[in-house]
């Protein structure tokens, strides 16, 4: 039996849920050498962390006899950073000390505190709450920690991220000091370690993977795009990859409201998770998640720490995270307990270095590919319709519909139409801006002659140019903002030192130059006005310059001008006046 060394009633409740064997932290815990002692644990996000840390305090709570003493003061205290963990902890040690008549009792912000309160005076044997809520009640005498055996910190590192740290230090303080001390966190930053050596004695460092190990069930892709883009890169992830659960990652609340209105309208069943939410609602929203009438999750690092949503296959940082811990934080949510996931990455182009700087911070080797594009998606739609079909055992009436639709259709037409209905319910992907740059070491090829719709034109010019870092990736998107068109109807792109110049064709001409006049007042600093029929003069060679140097005459859109001097900040500022 793989959990022989474990109290008998422990270890025929876990192997009754189906465990046959232990996972690595939870093996880690359980040797002899791990018994009795402070132990610090850093695990990957899903690898069994719950169960393994009650199997490790299970010795402690009985104290040597088979059975719990009577309910009264609690002998365990775990601390979670959020309410969806500490309850999902809850229910874990339920089952898991079900056979020993454990009585396990949760301490949460946002639930009603006579209730806790009631609860605790009835007696319990563990408590699982959040720092916040757990102090008050200690404050207030509901809790009394006098007869702690054992003090379990899970994500130890999400709390201090979260600002935890006073009240995790005055809980820890009011505890007995001969308490078993066990921390538990996904990384190891310094600051764990600090807490670890003041209020741990001769802990046990336990490490179950590596850093590249750790990453090794998810597969991570990177993805730049136009800042403009970044709202139908998301959509196109979600097609492409039609995964049962996802969750996309992004940095404000303000954020996860438009991106939720974004892929709603398009028809995405989604759902979001915002520290505004009240716990009535955040439980309706994981429980449409769950129960899969909704596929799609947008939230922010917060709202999201410690929810634990099985088949959640895609992971999407819609917004680059602030911190490699917060990367794998996030990332964490799929790839779990040994199944695959995928994460994906998208980057604005002007920040793609700052994205490989912290993919390498975090020891993560990820693909850099473009978005899926729309053919890319309807050809994996077609894999997947074509994968999808299984003709099993069919009823007589659905054998009759058909006969008599095979008399008056052909067999190409149901099957056309059935793909036609299949498709309907499928969000349309979005066209996005190529504006990426050329690959290191090639030049775009010029166009011989105007291109299609091109052979008369007007052209505008714009006082930001070469010397304001000007580039093609955020001069698109801010044109067709501003003109009320699309990148389709921008012609040439010509960046000068001082000034960029651009052709329209002429017959939009009159309602692009109404409409950046009319847009006049937004604050981007960008003045747009017409600058005649014929093309900019060339630019005139530097005087000033090194021997060999070429001069730098008109390029065409989307050519760089050798190595970038530094990521582009976007367009310059109005001044106050």
Known sequence: ???????????????????????????????????????????????????????????????GSDTLPRAGEPLALVIAPTRELALQVQRELQWLYAKLGARVASC???????????????????????????????????????????VVLDEADEMLDLGFREDLEEILDLTPPERRTLLFSATMPKPIALLAKRYQRDALRIQTTSERESHADIDYRAMAVAPADIQNAVVNVLRFHEAKGAMVFCATRENVRRLSATLTERGFSAVTLSGELSQNERNHALQALRDRRARVCIATDVAARGIDLPGLELVIHAELPINPETLQHRSGRTGRAGKKGTCVLIAPYQRRRHAERLLRAANVNATWESVPSPDAIYARDQERLVASLEVGEIAEEDLIVARKLLETTSAEDIAAAFVRTQRQSLP??????DASPAAPGQRPEREQGPRPGFEDTVWFRMNVGRNANADPRWLLPLLCRRGHITKRDIGAIRILPGETRFEVPRGIAAKFADAVRRTAGEDDGVIIEPAGDGPPPAERPRLSRAPGDRPQGDRPQGERRGPPRGPHRGPPRRRPS
Not at 428 to 433: K, S, T, V
Request: hydrophobic share 40%; aromatic share 4%; proline share 7%.
């Open 108 to 150: 949460v912000g946002g639930m009603n505190v006579r209730v806790e309160q009631r609860n605790l005076s009835y007696g319990c044997h563990i408590v699982v709450g959040t720092p916040g809520r757990l102090k008050d009640h200690l404050e207030r005498g509901n809790l009394q920690p006098g007869s702690l055996r054992a």
């Open 1 to 63: 039996m793989p959990f022989s060394s474990l109290p008998r009633p422990v270890a025929e409740a876990i192997t009754e849920r189906g465990y046959t064997a232990p996972t690595p932290v939870q093996a880690a815990v359980i040797t002899e050498e791990a018994i009795g002692r402070d132990l610090l644990v850093s695990a990957q996000t899903g690898s069994g962390k719950t169960v393994a840390y009650g199997l490790a305090i299970a010795d402690t709570l009985l104290g």
């Open 428 to 433: 349309a992907p979005e066209d996005l801006i």
